[in-house]
């Protein structure tokens, strides 16, 4: 097999860079870290004892409104008062710092699916960009 252009950018024609600080290659089972994460969010987050993964640019949008701030938190306070059960939860390495996790799930017996965007600050530092919440029926 010819790996001529194993580490090249095909439309620039440049060589790739080494993965030397790609934190998400560093991570041996991104459905293991996933799933902690899910289960963090639920347990200390959305209960309101945790906000540390929020940033001043921290984002949710939620029936076409966009939720930041005290907003984001009044949110959270809704989604607790819900009986939530997680049915799945996908997630994929996008780019060196970033994971897209997406999980579906009931909210009281209403189908949604919910969208993360996790990057990457520092050390074992993650904070949450962004969250798109849709329900199904």
Same mark, same amino acid.
Request: aromatic share 14%; glycine share 4%.
């Given at each position: ?20 600080? =790609?934190?998400?290659?560093? +991570? /041996? ?7 902690? #994460? ?5 347990? !200390?987050?959305?209960?309101g ?34 009986? =939530?059960?997680?049915?799945? +939860? /996908? ?7 970033? #994971? ?5 799930? !009931?909210?009281?017996?209403t ?5 993360f965007m996790?990057t ?18």
């Amino acid at each position: 097999m010819d790996h001529t252009y194993e580490n090249m950018d095909m439309v620039t024609g440049k060589k790739n860079k080494k993965s030397g600080d =790609n934190i998400v290659n560093k +991570i /041996e089972n991104p459905q293991e870290f996933a799933n902690n #994460f899910i289960s963090f969010y639920y347990n !200390k987050i959305v209960t309101g004892e945790d906000f540390s993964m929020f940033r001043d640019f921290s984002v949710f949008k939620y029936q076409q409104q966009e939720y930041r701030d005290s907003s984001l938190i009044a949110l959270l306070h809704q989604i607790n008062q819900q009986k =939530n059960n997680i049915i799945n +939860i /996908e997630v994929m390495p996008s780019g060196s710092r970033r #994971f897209d996790i997406l999980i579906m799930g !009931k909210m009281n017996e209403t189908i949604f699916s919910q969208y993360f965007m996790l990057t990457h600050e520092k050390a074992d530092v993650w904070y949450i960009k962004s969250s798109i919440i849709s329900l199904i029926n």
